[in-house]
């Protein structure tokens, strides 16, 4: 068995390559949150669920420095820069663009998203409220 087929074995079905593969993703992640999108685009005390949208944009490829800083620009409330991000692509990635809007949505009806802000000074997320500045 070649490495590629042990690689989608593995995926497929063992739950704790699955937890590793989230892990890095996460790392990856916050990673450019830190060293690249905070820094391009300003985002201490930003929303979470926007720093989630403009981390989509960027790893799908569906959109400029210049369209999302735009985005951005374009409303002072979260759901307002939402609508401005989703649209973002939305020409050529129409499926993309409802899809992320969805699980943004869907995330945060669960409580896992719209809770938390990017905090530029330690480099994660922190609550919303009740953190002492």
Known sequence: MSAASRLIHLANTDDAFNGMQVNLAAQIVMRRMRNSYSVMYDLNGVSDLVCAAIADIHHQGRGLKT???????GSSTVKGRLDLLCKIGADDYPERCRTLKKALMQAKSDGFL???VFDKASGLFRPGSGWEE
């Open 114 to 116: 719209g809770k938390s």
């Open 67 to 73: 369209q999302v800083k735009a985005a951005l620009a």
